[in-house]
């Protein structure tokens, strides 16, 4: 049984939220800047609500109108496709930053990063956030969003490690207060640099939480959750968090990979009802998972459920008409005792098979049904066609259907090379004996029958 491969779980991030959200504090209105006390200072209290402990409020100087100004101008020409001229803008400003204070320098380096991140060089984006939060005295809800817009960025350009660490400032700014958002970008960045227990504490945190909460965890949440139980060879938690996405989220796929972990660790039953329940309600379309399932209802004690399901994906095409899935198809009719159905199934699969293995378990059903000229002609293509995985078989087959067609010449014949054959020796010899006796009675019965006639 084969899980599905969870090592292909993608992060997924908000490419424009953080990276937009203090531009909107700084462009909300001219002249009237959120957040400015009577004295001109910045507080950050005004952008978010801060928790009941006491902290230390930031003072932080305010944007000027010259300095918001030059800021609008340059973000309409980059929102006006003008990027270029959006920097040059920001070039001319930047030329006199040693006449602005600390909040407007690191607006100024956060509409760079905002521009360039727009253009798509996102290098660029990255060295412009940077400096923002290198400047001292700033609000502190910019340097937490920016801190997150580089983790972001870092990870989108594969620096991981990086991404560690502006996670980690943005978390010692908190006080270790991390939201779920923040948890899963963390999760994916050790997801990606293979630290597979430091993910999983952090991804499930964030699902823990949200469900004390009375919050639903996304989906992709319990998605990397799954993957990294994997990653870390606990089938049984990986079975639980497949339950969760069945319970939860219910995708057709979800009920397959459930079915699957069952199956994993060893529990057929469950994995049966919920493959039969994804199968009546139409979610299994693959044609591993048919065959799984086929698998699920013979060794289960139904074949006949396995064999109808069988024919059925066969009949569509779903299934390929090769030897393996033929020979399985007969072995599910001749164990619910449909031998009938099974014998063209078997000469289907003669006809594919370059060995006589085919024939001969034909043969052998058709003996079972006492169709001997039958049994006999198909034993006879087995044994031309050979590499047999049990030629002696094919002896005592031929020896039984001459002996019921009352050849016993013929059928002492094949008995007695069947008794050559160590797999089959003891029970060609008692074919054998009874068969020479019995040819014994039927040779005294003619003679007493040609005496009486003379």
């Known amino acids: 049984m084969k899980i599905v491969n969870f090592r292909k779980v993608k992060s997924v991030f908000n490419k424009s939220i953080l990276l937009k959200s203090t ?10 800047i959120p957040g400015l006390g009577q004295f001109g200072f910045y507080s950050d209290q005004a952008i978010a609500a801060q928790p009941a402990a006491k902290k230390k409020t930031r003072k932080t100087p305010a944007l000027r109108e010259k300095v918001y100004s030059q800021l609008s101008r340059a973000q ?9 001229e959006g920097i040059q803008v920001l070039d001319q400003l930047q030329k006199r930053a040693s006449t602005m204070n600390s909040y407007e320098r690191a607006m100024m380096w956060n509409f760079y990063g905002f ?10 984006a990255i060295e412009s956030f940077a400096k923002v939060v290198e400047i001292k005295n700033i ?4 340097e937490l969003s920016t801190l997150l817009s580089l983790a972001q960025l870092s990870m989108q350009q594969e620096k991981y490690s990086q991404s560690l660490q502006y996670i980690d400032r943005w978390s010692a700014l908190k006080e270790g207060k991390e939201t779920g958002k923040v948890r899963v970008l963390k999760a994916n960045a050790y997801y990606a640099m293979k630290k597979y227990a430091d993910a999983l504490e952090a991804i499930s945190s964030a699902v823990s939480d949200a469900e004390k909460a009375g919050k639903t965890p996304k989906e992709n949440w319990l998605v990397l ?9 606990q089938p049984a938690k990986v079975t639980q968090a497949s339950e969760k996405l069945v319970r939860l989220y219910g995708k057709p796929k979800y009920w397959v990979e459930l079915a699957n972990m069952y199956g994993e660790i060893n529990q057929t039953e469950k994995q049966l009802a919920v493959m039969e329940a994804a199968y009546q309600q139409g979610f299994v379309t693959k044609k591993n998972d048919f065959q799984t399932l086929a698998q699920l209802y013979f060794f289960n004690g139904t074949p006949y459920k396995a064999a109808k399901l069988l024919s059925e994906q066969l009949n569509e095409g779903v299934l390929d008409k090769d030897i393996k899935t033929l020979r399985f198809l007969a072995q599910a009719w001749t164990t619910a005792k449909e031998d009938e159905k099974a014998i063209p199934v078997l000469k289907q699969a003669a006809d594919l098979s370059e060995d006589g293995n085919m024939d001969a378990r034909l043969a052998e059903i058709l003996l079972n049904l006492e169709k001997w000229d039958d049994a006999i002609k198909a034993a006879r293509s087995a044994q031309n066609k050979g590499q047999l995985d049990n030629p002696g078989n094919i002896n005592v087959a031929l020896g039984m259907a001459y002996f019921n067609k009352k050849q016993f010449d013929k059928a002492i014949i094949e008995f007695k090379k069947a008794k050559k054959q160590k797999k089959v020796e003891k029970m060609a010899n008692q074919w054998l004996q009874y068969v020479e006796t019995e040819k014994r009675k039927q040779e005294a019965i003619e003679q007493s029958i040609a005496s009486i006639g003379s």
């Open 76 to 84: 309409k020409l980059a929102d006006d496709g003008k990027v270029a």
């Open 225 to 233: 959750q799954r993957a990294l139980h994997f990653e870390l060879k």
């Open 115 to 124: 521009i360039y991140y727009d253009a798509e060089k996102t290098n660029k």
């Open 139 to 142: 609000p502190e809800s910019l």
């Open 23 to 32: 531009l909107a504090l700084a462009l909300a209105m001219p002249g009237a």
